[in-house]
């Protein structure tokens, strides 16, 4: 192999080491912040993420990495799983996002643990067997971002779309009679 072109794989596998050692972990409540295209983000060593045994490593977290760095997933369960909440305009365009990816669930033969309130769910991916973050769980975690992109989700802060201490999504003012004109 020519000089140049081992030299340049070698930047590249040093760039991929230094991107994958950024992957965001949300672990024991411990955060440390950084600032990515203008919005923050949680990081820890790449060596906090609990991949899949059988799994190929390097395309797990560069697809994670990809999720986390570009996306509005974060990482969950010690390392293990990746989780996000979304919010649509209204209960019917959130459940026709719940049957879309329940679909693809099937196809995919993978499903996620989440969870629904009016017009918000919250989608946790994770491996159960093997343990760990998968290929399956990244490709599902993309999948629901191309479903929710097709059924206009609303951009919301993180917060807003997040479960409760009871691990339940938070309703907000789902309930609350709206206020008509007088």
């Known amino acids: 192999m020519h000089s140049s072109a081992q030299e ?7 760039a991929f080491a230094v991107r994958a050692s950024r992957i ?7 955060k440390q912040s950084r600032t990515f295209s203008g919005r923050s983000a949680v990081m820890v060593d790449a060596s906090a993420v609990s991949i899949s045994q059988g799994e190929d490593q390097a395309t797990v977290l560069a697809q994670a990495s990809e999720l986390v760095d570009h996306g509005k997933w974060k990482m969950c369960n010690e390392g293990k799983g990746l989780e996000r909440g979304f919010k649509f305009k209204t209960f019917n365009a959130t459940w026709e996002f719940m049957n879309n990816v329940a679909d693809e669930c099937k196809k995919a033969r993978h499903h996620p643990e989440w969870s629904n309130v009016y017009n918000k769910a919250h989608i946790r991916w994770t491996t159960h067997s093997p343990e760990g973050l998968s290929s399956k769980d990244t490709t599902m975690a993309k999948f629901c971002d191309e479903a929710a992109k097709k059924l206009h ?13 009871s691990g339940k ?13 007088a």
């Open 169 to 181: 999504v938070e309703a907000g003012d789902c309930c609350t009679p709206k206020k008509t004109a």
């Open 8 to 14: 340049i794989m070698s930047m590249n596998s040093r």
């Open 153 to 165: 989700e609303i951009d919301v802060a993180p917060d807003e779309v997040r479960l409760g201490s």
């Open 24 to 30: 965001a972990v949300d672990r024991f409540g411990g």
